[in-house]
């Protein structure tokens, strides 16, 4: 009996292991899905900036003329960092041919946001992801407030610069294909012509030149004594440190010039004192006032010199005398020295 009762007892226990079983595989299995669907939302967020909307920022505007394939959700930057991402992007109502990217920069960083910030459209590599750039200039500025406008700067078009590229390609293409065999045949035919007519006088001319640079190196002739001549050398050495001397001697003598006009204008000195002491420019104005007068006065015919240069009588009675003594020395060769004498008092007086 009691071996019939354990056979029928041992069924219904293996059947409840087996449910535990099965209930620990689907709850392991249910925990990683909902692991793996945790993980798989946090980075589709991530990847499309959602997680932005459950945080806190500030909001600003910022109007393009080219969005340049700007989306939702990428990254708004402060001098490289990242601070927000793009909430939305539409036609401006405001401004035509613009477009508005709104966007929200977190609390902590839309502060530094000033008046005098721009905003710009930058992408990361040929084939990376555009963001907004917001670059910084002063601190001084005001703060920009919230839901204002951003200043903007446009950045050129990737496209457009890849169409100039492919056209400057293209210039240089047709550059290089222009210059074909037969067209630089053309252009260097003349000379090769002409290099063949003259080869004689050519190598003749590099010959002289070569004997000629011999020459030099030998120090023959004047550039070669110039060049290699050591007498020559020190003598220019020598006169070089004779102007140098020179030009000491001459600096030397400036200076002594400057110190003696610096004597001058500060009064020392006789000639400082004549063009700076009062007292001798006022001796000096009196004595030429006085030399004036005299002169006048002489003008005037008045005094013993006035007299001299003006009478007239006195002119005359000199011009007698000067008559009298004329004839008085005509007969003194064949006379004595008493009778000299004689004659000339009785001619004068």
Request: glycine letters at 8%; aromatic letters at 4%.
């Amino acid at each position: 009996m009691r071996a019939s009762n354990e056979a029928c007892k041992r069924p219904p226990r293996a059947h409840k292991l087996n449910l535990v079983h099965m209930k620990n595989t689907l709850e392991t299995r249910l925990g990683i899905f909902v692991a793996l669907a945790v993980i798989a939302a946090v980075l589709i967020l991530e990847t499309v900036g959602g997680t932005e909307h459950f945080q806190r920022g500030a909001r600003f505007v910022a109007r393009f003329a080219n969005v340049q394939d700007l989306k939702e959700g990428d990254r708004v930057k402060i001098s490289g960092l990242e601070v927000g991402r793009v909430e939305k992007i539409d036609l401006s109502t405001n401004a035509a041919n613009k477009v508005d990217v709104f966007m929200k920069v977190r609390p902590k960083y839309a502060a530094n946001i000033r008046t005098d910030s721009i905003a710009v459209i930058k992408f990361t590599g040929l084939m990376g992801q555009n963001y907004v750039s917001i670059e910084l200039h002063s601190q001084t500025a005001p703060k920009v407030e919230e839901g204002a406008e951003i200043v903007t700067q446009e950045q050129p078009d990737f496209s457009a610069l890849m169409s100039k590229l492919d056209n400057v390609a293209a210039g240089v293409e047709k550059l290089t294909s222009s210059f074909t065999g037969e067209k630089i045949d053309n252009l260097l035919g003349p000379l090769t012509d002409f290099v063949k007519a003259n080869q004689t006088p050519l190598t003749a001319t590099i010959a002289n030149l070569r004997g000629i640079s011999a020459k030099i190196a030998d120090g023959e002739g004047t550039v070669g004594k110039l060049i290699n001549d050591k007498e020559l050398y020190y003598a220019a050495l020598s006169t070089v440190t004779n102007l140098q001397s020179t030009a000491d001697e001459i600096k030397i003598t400036v200076a002594d010039a400057r110190k003696v006009v610096d004597q001058v204008n500060t009064g020392q000195g006789t000639v400082g004192k004549l063009l700076h002491d009062e007292g001798l420019y006022r001796e000096t104005m009196d004595s030429m006032t006085q030399l004036k007068e005299i002169l006048q006065k002489i003008n005037q015919g008045q005094g013993s010199a006035g007299k001299l240069v003006n009478d007239k009588e006195l002119y005359n009675n000199a011009k007698l005398t000067l008559q009298k003594l004329d004839k008085a020395t005509e007969g003194l060769e064949d006379q004595g020295p008493l009778s000299v004498m004689g004659i000339l008092v009785n001619k004068l007086f």
